[in-house]
Structure formats: structure tokens, C-alpha cells
């Protein structure tokens, strides 16, 4: 008896543990785009059954929460689909910001001494070992912008940005799916600016932020122009690979 007590407990470890891996892969599933169940059951390898059981518990620690999916043709018969997409919560669990009141606390104390340009002094000197390093990632990559943004998603990811780019109809965009000071830079956005200034040198073109997860978007996101575009009126808005719904916006590349 004390055996068969001893191995269904076995057992019953042995499956949470496989439960608590299989969700891990849902959240770093999730913390890259919002998903369906079957968009994550094919990843996984799991029937919607099994994935379900999955995102159910998730939903009920609030972990995830679902919205709705946009489609732009007609609706079928059914429910319409749902996408699931990662709190807030969830978010800090998996990139922990242990230092992020310090870091807020000392500059909120640069600025009330120095004022607001001794900040972005301080984002640009902080971020300029990450410009080096990733400008020697960048070595090979030719000099077309949208080349040289891929070169940078990869180096950028290794930096933890778990970053990608894609060429849209305007260009391309360089999106970041992790931001290791968003909570600062929250309160600070000059930390934000240094760091597309950074990666408008290392494209070598003007770029511009269309989302950030300091301000609450699901993705940090940057805009590259396609070689010779002129401005023009934004096209409509749509949704894009970065999981974020946002406009494709054409402007002057640097000359």
C-alpha cells in the first residue's frame, strides 16, 4: 500500500511539472504575439483540447487575458476567434525588474539637481555600450536599411529584446517584444528616445516609433522607411506581425 501511495504521488509531481513546462512554453509563446489556441496547439504540438486545459488554468491565475480577432474578410459561421495575449503580471514573471525603483529613484534625483537634459545625457551615455556592440553585429550587413534591421533583431535578441523585423508595403519594422527598463522608462521616455536615436544610426536611416511597451503597447515598435519614400498621408491602419494594431506611415529617409 505504502508503494502504490508513493507512485501515485510520483506520478501526480511528475504531471504537474509537465503541466507548469508546457504553460512556460505558452508564455514565451505569447510574449512574442498574441496567439489563438490553435495557433498554440500547432507550436506545441498539443490537440485544442489539451491547450485549452492549458490556457483555462492561465486564464484563471490572470496570467492571460483574450481579445478578440480582427479578420478582414467575412465572418464565418461560429464564435468569432479569440487570441490570447499575456498581462501585465505575467509579463514581470517571466523579465523580472528587481532594480527598476532604484534606478527611478536615482533619476528622479538626477533630474530635481540637473533637469531633464541631464537624463537624456545619462540614456544616451547607458545605452552607448549597447550601440557599440550591436554596431559590431551589424558589420556584414551590407547597408540596406531593411537588411541591416534584421542584422539588429538578432543582435538585439541576443541582448534579451527577443526582437524581429519584417518588411511591411512602406518599408520595414523592427519590433521588440521585451523592454528590460520599460517600467522606468515609463516615467522617463528619454530613455526611450536614446534608444531609437541608436537605432536610427545603426540602420542608417531616419526611423520612427510607432508603439512602446513603456506606454502600455503589447510591442516596442519602429518604423523604417523603404530607400528614396517621401512622405505621404498614412495608410490605414491594420494589424501587423508585431501583434500590435498600428499604422504603416512612409517618411523622408536621410539623404
Known amino acids: 500500500m505504502k508503494n502504490e501511495v508513493l507512485a501515485s504521488s510520483g506520478a501526480g509531481a511528475s504531471a504537474a511539472a509537465s ?10 509563446l505569447l510574449q512574442r504575439d498574441p ?9 506545441l504540438g498539443l490537440s485544442p483540447a489539451a491547450i485549452r486545459k492549458h490556457l483555462d488554468a492561465m ?15 467575412p465572418r464565418g459561421r461560429g464564435r468569432p476567434a479569440k487570441a490570447y495575449v499575456l498581462t501585465a503580471a505575467a509579463r514581470d514573471d517571466l523579465n523580472p525588474h528587481h532594480y527598476d525603483n532604484i534606478a527611478a529613484a536615482a533619476l528622479r534625483w538626477i533630474a530635481q539637481h540637473n533637469g531633464p537634459e541631464a537624463v537624456s545625457a545619462f540614456a544616451a551615455a547607458q ?16 547597408t540596406e536599411p531593411i537588411a541591416r534591421a534584421e542584422a539588429l533583431a538578432d543582435a538585439l535578441t541576443a541582448e534579451g529584446y527577443a526582437a524581429s523585423a519584417t518588411t ?19 516615467e522617463f521616455p528619454q530613455l526611450c528616445d536614446a534608444e531609437t536615436e541608436v ?34 498621408t498614412p495608410p490605414a491602419a491594420h494589424q501587423t506581425d508585431c501583434g500590435s494594431l498600428i499604422a504603416e506611415i512612409t517618411v523622408r529617409t536621410d539623404t
Do not use: K, Y
Open 35 to 43: 496567439a489563438t489556441a490553435a495557433e498554440l496547439g500547432a507550436q
Open 199 to 232: 537605432i536610427s544610426r545603426l540602420i542608417g536611416t531616419h526611423v520612427q516609433r510607432l508603439a512602446t511597451i513603456a506606454h502600455g503597447d503589447g510591442v516596442c515598435t519602429t518604423h523604417i522607411p523603404a530607400r528614396g519614400a517621401h512622405p505621404t
Open 19 to 28: 503541466d507548469g513546462r508546457t504553460r512556460d512554453r505558452v508564455a514565451q
Open 127 to 142: 545605452i552607448q555600450a549597447l550601440e557599440d556592440r550591436c554596431r559590431s553585429a551589424l558589420h556584414e550587413a551590407g
Open 59 to 73: 486564464l484563471a491565475e490572470h496570467l492571460v487575458e483574450t481579445r478578440e480577432v480582427r479578420r478582414t474578410g
Open 168 to 186: 511591411i508595403a512602406s518599408g520595414g519594422q523592427l519590433c521588440q517584444h521585451h523592454c528590460p527598463v520599460a517600467h522606468v522608462a515609463a
